[in-house]
Every structure is written in C-alpha cells, then in structure tokens.
C-alpha cells in the first residue's frame, strides 16, 4: 500500500464531521473499470486470435470477477472498515461462492462429458446441423 | 483493516450493539447475503446446464448489437457501457453517503439524483437490448440463435437469458425506487431532523449489491 493510500485510510476513519475520505473510493472506481477494459481486451483478443484457450480464459475471468466483487464489497460497501468479525459473518459464508463456482463448472462438465460417453442418442444429436443462417439473424419459428 | 476496538472490549454482554453497528444495516447485510444466495442459485443453475450442454450459442455472435448503429458488430461494446454506467451510479452513491457523513444535505440531494439517473439510464439499456433481442425472435420459449457449432440451440439459452436478466433488472428498479424514496426524503430534511444518513447508507448498501450481482451476471453471459 502506498503511504498516501494508508494516510487515506486513517483520515477516513475518522467519523466526526466533514472527514469522511473519498480518495480510497476513486481509487476502487478507477481499479473497477481497469479490471473490466483488461476482461474486455481478453475477450477481444480471443475472438481474433483464440488465444488464450477458452478454460485458460474463463479461469481468468473468474479471478478477475471475484477481485471486482472483493473490491465492491470492501471500499463501496465499507465492509473492510467494520468489526472483525461481523466481516466474518458475511467474508465466510462468501467463500462458499467461491466453491459453488467452481462447483458448477466441475459438474456441469462432468456430466456432459459422462452423457456423451454413456447416451449415443445425445452425442448424436449435436451433429444435426441447422441450415446457415445468412447475414441477418433467424426468424422465429 | 478492520475497525479498532480497545482490548477486552464486552460485545455480547448487552447494552450495545454487538458489532458496533445499527441493526438496520446488520439486517441489509444479512437481507443482502439472502438475496446472494438466491441470485448464486440462479447462476448455478445457468452454469450446469450450459456447461452439461453440448452446444450453446456463442455471445458474440447474439449480443452484438449498439443502439442506433444498425447492422452491425460490435459485441460486448454495448454491455460494457451497461457496466460502466452501473459502476459509475455505484460511485455516485457512496459520494452520497460521504456527503451524509459530512452532513452535506445539498450533496447529498446532488449525488442521489446522479445515482438515480445512472439506474434509469441502465434500465434503459437493458430495455433496449430487451426489444432488439425479441424483435430477432428470441422470448421465453424462443431462441433463433443456432448453437455456436451450428447445431440446433435449445430455448434454455433465452429462458435463463431473460430470467436472470430480468430478476437483475426488477432488482435495478426496486433500487431505483428505493433511492427516489431516500432522495424525497432527503430533500424534505428528514435525515437533517434526524442527526444521521444512516438510511441512505442502506440504500447504499442495496445499490452496491445491484452492482455487484450485475459483475456476476455481465461475466456468466457474456464473458464465460
């Protein structure tokens, strides 16, 4: 942390009038929008070249959503000046997210992987293919 | 960098709040951890199926309209200004709330209608993005989009797009209403009357969580 950074923090702390300390919040906003220009640039750069990997991608996506959410909730919602253990109670049932992300993304590619090896009917069925649509997107049907 | 406390200090004992914090805003937490879970549930839900599923539409070919461009394709343009709008009505209202703090009541007043415009401007959006989806066809039941390998899509695509979406949104608007609520309010000195903001910090509080689950939901439909 720099020095200007912590000074900004005590200053902010300080709850009698006129000091509550905007600096840390300009701060956030400003690592907000970097963290969602550099998922954006990712996103552009694998739709012109594929790399990284899609997996690689989509790991990295997540680590920089669950900074952003960090950062929200900190600075925006204050929590990281409150008691200690109140953040307790919300930071810990928080990292149950953590599992159930990464909990969708097993499971959800576990059982595709196992219906396409046990179910022929369902592996088949992706290789029917629609007709091209042209420049313009589907009519309804 | 929690809050200090003196040593030994007796939360539970009685006689004071025991995270030393009012319990209207222990209860918005505790609200806003409830909604999370139910937000989380819908999330999880979208994600096993589309990663349980063979094909799925790709998001840059379906998301890749901007208002008033026409034909045209600029995928995640559009949705990144939704972001940065809602980012930014988050910014304003924490300024609001210092502003509270500082007990600014013309401040205040200022940075609520800014957050107010900013939630408006992003139901906007979303409205807009609404009516360009459904005029190509896509509603509950229905996805014109084909699958990213050309197979034909299943209408799970545009049933948990508008499901989910639109949970958000109804969430935008309550906030927005909540926020038009606090501004009334404060504009007639209720907070002045009173001594503290306290009530605009969890208005705060319930915008911020608008913007949070937004982070989540722009990330699984759009980025993932």
Known sequence: MSNQATTGQTAGHDNAHGSFDTRPIWRTFWILLVITLVEITLATIHMKTGFPSKYVLNGIYLILTCAKAFYIIAEFMHLRHEIKNMIMTIAVPACLFIWFIVAFLWDGSSYNALRNRYDRHYADQNKVKVEQPAEKPGKPE | ?224
């Open chain 2, 1 to 224: 960098m929690a809050q200090a406390v003196p040593a030994g200090q007796k939360w539970w004992s009685g006689g004071k709040s025991p995270f030393n914090v009012e319990y209207g805003k222990l209860m918005m937490w505790y609200f806003l951890m409830s909604d999370s879970f139910t937000f989380g549930a819908f999330l999880i839900s979208y994600g096993s199926i589309r990663f349980a599923t063979n094909g799925w539409p790709n998001p840059n070919e379906v998301f890749k309209a901007f208002p008033f461009f026409g034909e045209t394709n600029l995928p995640l343009v559009f949705v990144s200004l939704m972001t940065f709008i809602l980012i930014m009505s988050s910014v304003t209202m924490v300024l609001a709330v210092a502003a509270g703090h500082n007990g600014d009541q013309k401040k205040v007043t200022f940075y609520m209608i800014l957050t107010i415009l900013g939630g408006l401007a992003f139901l906007g959006c979303q409205a807009w993005e609404w009516t360009h989806l459904h005029t190509e066809g896509a509603w509950w039941g229905r996805n014109p989009f084909p699958n990213a390998d050309m197979s034909k899509a299943s209408t799970n695509f545009t049933n948990f797009f508008f499901t989910i979406t639109g949970f958000h949104g109804f969430h935008v608007f309550s906030g927005v209403i909540i926020n038009i609520i606090m501004l009334i309010m404060n504009m007639r000195g209720t907070f002045a009357r009173k001594g503290h903001y306290l009530m605009i910090e969890k208005a705060g509080l319930y915008w911020h969580f608008v913007d949070l689950v937004w982070v989540f939901v722009f990330t699984c439909f759009y980025l993932l």
